[in-house]
């Protein structure tokens, strides 16, 4: 895979290769060498841009968890340096995320360097989260058509009538906003179409267009066979393949499936593979307790939702960025648990956003604001308002563990992996923050 380039910190290589194991460590460094001038560097962020994270951002090491060892510790205190591959593309250095784009397939031009513009919609007042520039308008534009083209032309995957909905999920630009480093196009198309398939059968399976608890398990293990494909007897292997075709969530899946295949790994596939099992795992919960009107206690949902959540999309920033974090670096523990807080921060923020949208349907829709009004005996505003204050912790966490694991494992996929969760989570507040088409705040300030 390509050359990431180089990382911007200075880090222990001794102490990296002791933490992670030499042979690793040694392999990923080699790899990375070996792979030099397939796509220009990333360039390192000048010494004078400001540090992502304000001052006030906790990097105090926790009692307990993975990443409360010394190494840690001492990552977290040099933070200035570490922020600067955290804090997503804002102001001076957003052109350094952006690769030089594929001879074949030109990207339209980055983002310039400048100050972040308003954009429409407002924040949620105290939500902790980092502005960005405008996505490029030219590639939201080509992303918008193609993924257009894909879901009337390719997969049949909505009837007209549902066409006012899909232009205003506004994806296009959501894609954009969360992968500034992709080489190409194309590479934005990998997670834009598997961002739609994932709705589709959200929507079509479990919410809002035909959605019910009843019987969901059996819908999805046959439609993530569309992911994971089966591997049976001659005589049954027609009538598996044809069921990919017969409806609208499994013909998203198969598609947008292969097109992932042509471009990504095998163990890039495999780790795809796992996060969407998660997934529908946390989609079967959240069933389980629609049938039975049980409000879980606050820690059972986040339990949930730590499952029913955004993972698959910041997993895969790097087949979107057309490299490769190896396999031995992107299961350890450290990796997990910052892929999982990015994870939750961000499904928190849709819980916050979405909040009157849900409240507007048909019967009790489980977030995290209901819950804690339930469980905690609290009214709607202090609910709402304590959400937010569950995102910012969860937030905090995923940068002071994000930053110890960049200075504990300065290999450049690592590096730039990190950088690119960042981003995503950071384009993911950006969207939500900016579709006024399907979301509004409720009136608690």
């Given amino acids: 895979m390509p050359e990431p380039g180089p990382s911007p910190l200075q880090s222990s290589l001794p102490a990296a290769a002791a933490r992670f194991g030499a042979p690793l460590f040694a392999n990923a460094m080699a790899s990375g060498a070996e792979a030099a001038g397939a796509v220009p560097a990333v360039p390192t962020v000048p010494a004078e841009v400001p540090v992502r994270a304000p001052a006030h951002v906790p990097v105090h090491v926790p009692a307990a968890g993975p990443a409360s060892d010394g190494g840690a510790a001492a990552a977290r205190q040099a933070s200035p340096a570490l922020e600067r591959i955290l804090r997503g593309p804002s102001g001076l250095g957003t052109a350094s995320l952006h690769l030089a784009a594929r001879p074949e397939e030109p990207l339209a031009s980055a983002v310039p360097e400048a100050p972040v513009e308003p954009v429409p919609g407002h924040p949620i007042p105290g939500l902790y989260h980092h502005p960005i520039p405008e996505p490029d308008p030219a590639q939201v534009e080509e992303v918008s058509r193609r993924i257009k083209d894909?879901?009337?032309?390719?997969?049949?995957?909505?009837?007209?009538?549902?066409?006012?909905?899909?232009?205003?999920?506004?994806?296009?630009?959501?894609?954009?906003?969360?992968?500034?480093?992709?080489?190409?196009?194309?590479?934005?198309?990998?997670?834009?179409?598997?961002?739609?398939?994932?709705?589709?059968?959200?929507?079509?399976?479990?919410?809002?267009?035909?959605?019910?608890?009843?019987?969901?398990?059996?819908?999805?293990?046959?439609?993530?066979t569309a992911l994971d494909p089966l591997h049976t007897t001659k005589e049954y292997q027609p009538e598996w393949a044809q069921s990919l075709h017969s409806d609208a969530p499994r013909r998203a899946y198969r598609s947008a499936m292969e097109y992932f295949l042509r471009m990504a790994t095998p163990s890039q596939a495999d780790r795809f593979r796992h996060d969407m099992a998660r997934l529908h795992m946390g989609y079967l919960a959240e069933a389980a307790w629609a049938q039975t009107d049980h409000?879980?206690?606050?820690?059972?949902?986040?339990?949930?939702?730590?499952?029913?959540?955004?993972?698959?999309?910041?997993?895969?920033?790097?087949?979107?960025?057309?490299?490769?974090?190896?396999?031995?670096?992107?299961?350890?523990?450290?990796?997990?648990?910052?892929?999982?807080?990015?994870?939750?921060?961000?499904?928190?923020?849709?819980?916050?956003?979405?909040?009157?949208?849900?409240?507007?349907?048909?019967?009790?829709?489980?977030?995290?604001?209901?819950?804690?009004?339930?469980?905690?005996?609290?009214?709607?505003?202090?609910?709402?308002?304590?959400?937010?204050?569950?995102?910012?912790?969860?937030?905090?966490?995923?940068?002071?563990?994000?930053?110890?694991?960049?200075?504990?494992?300065?290999?450049?996929?690592?590096?730039?992996?990190?950088?690119?969760?960042a981003v995503w989570v950071d384009g993911n507040h950006y969207w939500h923050q900016t579709n006024t088409y399907r979301y509004s705040l409720p009136d608690f300030w």
């Avoid at 009538?161 to 934005?188: K, N, Q, T």
Wanted: hydrophobic share 40%; proline share 6%; glycine share 6%.
């Fill in 150 to 224: 894909w879901a009337v032309d390719e997969v049949d995957l909505y009837p007209d009538d549902w066409e006012g909905e899909f232009d205003g999920f506004s994806v296009g630009r959501y894609m954009v906003a969360c992968h500034p480093d992709a080489p190409s196009i194309e590479h934005l198309m990998l997670a834009t179409r598997l961002m739609v398939a994932e709705n589709a059968v959200d929507d079509c399976y479990c919410e809002d267009h035909g959605g019910s608890p009843i019987g969901l398990g059996g819908r999805l293990l046959l439609a993530h």
């Fill in 295 to 421: 409000v879980p206690e606050v820690w059972e949902y986040l339990a949930m939702r730590q499952f029913n959540n955004f993972r698959p999309c910041p997993t895969i920033t790097d087949s979107v960025g057309g490299y490769e974090l190896p396999a031995d670096l992107h299961a350890q523990t450290a990796m997990q648990r910052v892929i999982a807080l990015a994870g939750n921060a961000t499904t928190i923020v849709n819980d916050l956003y979405s909040y009157t949208k849900e409240l507007a349907g048909p019967g009790r829709h489980l977030n995290l604001p209901v819950v804690i009004a339930e469980r905690e005996d609290m009214s709607e505003q202090e609910a709402y308002l304590k959400a937010v204050e569950v995102h910012n912790d969860l937030m905090h966490e995923f940068e002071a563990e994000a930053a110890a694991l960049a200075a504990a494992c300065p290999v450049p996929s690592v590096s730039r992996f990190l950088r690119g969760v």
